[in-house]
């Protein structure tokens, strides 16, 4: 099973991700996580999805406030990512050390973030690790035109670089 895993992994570090900083705010208290497990749901009406882990502060705020936003980050942002994705040592208080501004729905937004989406959440699908959180779209700004910072291969904004050989692993070998 370990074996199946890794090689879950090493598939799924080939799926480039834009990266995105979801804030909520709840009681005057505002969090956010770093996340690339994000996409639109529908035009019609206006929806989005993200995937969101039941163990965090975010999920923790995010099923009482019901609200949030998605800041699509650029790529002059990879610091702040680093810092909302857990990977600083000492990140302290992440919200101090960039410029966000209240949204209408009492969340917060980046500026400069090549766009970001208020949304009030309207319905959670609870699996055993995450929820996948479905928003509906109320606010949109849209930022400069930045590259969106891409995460992939376990890396953000990789520049080219050569990939390893191909691989094929069956999950019915016992491994
Ligand atoms: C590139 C990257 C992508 C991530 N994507 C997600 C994601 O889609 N959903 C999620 O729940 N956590 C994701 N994480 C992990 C969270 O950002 C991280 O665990 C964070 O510290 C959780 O914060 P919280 O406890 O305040 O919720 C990602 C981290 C990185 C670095």
Redesign the pocket.
């Known amino acids: 099973m370990q074996a199946h895993k890794e090689y879950f992994r090493k598939a799924m570090r080939r799926h480039a991700g834009g ?1 995105a900083i979801i804030t909520t705010s709840n009681a005057g208290n505002h ?8 996409c639109s749901l529908s035009m019609d009406p206006p929806k989005i999805l993200a ?3 039941l163990k ?4 923790h705020f995010l099923s009482e406030s019901r609200v949030m936003t998605v800041n699509l980050l650029g790529r002059s942002q990879e610091l702040l ?1 680093r810092e ?4 600083c040592a000492q990140s302290g208080e992440p919200f101090l050390n960039s410029d966000w501004e209240t949204t209408p729905i009492g969340t917060h937004f980046l500026k400069g973030a090549v766009a970001s989406i208020d949304c009030n959440v309207d319905e959670m699908f609870i699996t055993r690790s ?1 929820a996948v959180v479905f928003g509906d779209v109320v606010n949109v700004r849209i930022g400069p035109s930045d590259n969106q910072l891409m ?1 992939f291969d376990g890396q953000f904004a990789p520049a080219k670089k050569e990939l390893p050989e191909p691989i094929e692993h069956r999950f019915e070998n016992k491994a």
Do not use: D, S
């Not at 965090?56 to 999920?59: D, L, M, N």
């Not at 909302?84 to 990977?87: D, L, R, S």
């Open positions: 990266v969090v956010g996580l770093t996340a690339t497990a994000v995937c969101i882990n965090g502060t975010t999920f990512a909302f994705g857990g990977m995450h995460y």
